[in-house]
């Protein structure tokens, strides 16, 4: 039977996730929680906004603040194909507020990312 987890990330929505993968099944919920983040954060970081908008879909993903980054993901995407601007982005930190290990349990996930200029990029 398929498993449900709830996480909140980005400092404020909720997930609820449908879990069938074998993968994840031995992990407890806490683990499973990160993984499934660290899914969401891969696609921030790789700056792939149609990745992202299909991650929050296919897990039911609620963060807080998704569509403002869904926004910025699409404008340094274009702006890297414009060659107007190009950006690295990096997740610096990662954290649960508490680990969860029943469905009774609450959590909320908070990550942080850093946006550099990359020396690459041309200046107007």
């Known amino acids: 039977t398929p498993t449900t987890t709830t996480t909140t990330t980005a400092g404020g929505?909720?997930?609820?996730?449908?879990?069938?993968?074998?993968s994840?099944?031995?992990q407890p919920i806490?683990?499973?929680i990160k993984t499934l983040d660290?899914?969401?954060?891969?696609?921030?970081?790789?700056q792939q906004p149609g990745a992202f908008a299909q991650y929050i879909k296919k897990y039911s993903n609620t963060i807080c603040g998704r569509h403002p980054m869904?926004?910025?993901?699409?404008?340094?995407?274009?702006?890297?194909?414009?060659?107007?601007?190009?950006?690295?982005?990096?997740?610096?930190?990662?954290?649960?507020?508490s680990q969860v290990t029943t469905?009774?349990?609450s959590s909320v996930s908070y990550a942080s990312a850093i946006a550099r200029k990359s020396?690459?990029?041309?200046?107007?």
């Open 70 to 97: 869904s926004v910025w993901l699409h404008a340094i995407v274009s702006n890297r194909d414009s060659n107007l601007e190009t950006l690295t982005v990096q997740f610096v930190k990662y954290d649960q507020s």
């Open 103 to 105: 469905f009774r349990d």
């Open 38 to 46: 660290r899914m969401g954060m891969d696609h921030v970081q790789m």
């Open 13 to 22: 929505g909720t997930t609820n996730n449908n879990n069938n993968s074998n």
């Open 24 to 26: 994840t099944k031995d």
């Open 30 to 32: 806490y683990q499973c």
């Open 119 to 124: 020396s690459s990029s041309s200046s107007s």
